[in-house]
Nanobody, 127 residues
Framework: QVQLVESGGGSVQAGGSLRLSCAAS????????MAWVRQAPGKEREGVAS????????NYADAVKDRFTISQDGAKNTLYLQMNSLKPEDTGIYYC????????????????????WGQGTQVTVSS
């Protein structure tokens, strides 16, 4: 069945970097819009970055533009999120998410647009 497994989270000092990975399996990877969605303590989940897996076009939330980079390795069905210049407000659980249906392409990264989620990986940024 469909599996999304995140890894790469950890604890870093402000200004540091982390690279998250999401190993996807059990479906045609390049037919689903994918995203990284995070949830800070006490807050709602928010979209961070998304990618149209079939063509590589990307989108970012304003809060992470110029700091985070979403990418993929199609041969490995793996999604990445390179996070640089991390800030304490970036702290949270980061989830890999798949669109609710095949070929659902939208830059709207709100939670209702994603129906399959990984278990999440914790990112903690200290000041």
């Amino acid at each position: 069945q469909v599996q999304l497994v995140e890894s790469g989270g950890g604890s870093v000092q402000a200004g540091g970097s982390l690279r998250l990975s999401c190993a996807a399996s059990g479906y045609a990877y390049d037919t689903y819009h994918m995203a990284w969605v995070r949830q800070a303590p006490g807050k709602e989940r928010e979209g961070v970055a998304s990618i149209y897996t079939g063509n590589g076009k990307v989108n970012y939330a304003d809060a992470v533009k110029d700091r985070f980079t979403i990418s993929q390795d199609g041969a490995k069905n793996t999604l990445y999120l390179q996070m640089n210049s991390l800030k304490p407000e970036d702290t949270g659980i980061y989830y890999c998410a798949r669109a609710t249906r095949q070929y659902q392409y939208t830059w709207d990264m709100t939670v209702p647009n994603f129906g399959t989620w990984g278990q999440g990986t914790q990112v903690t940024v200290s000041s």
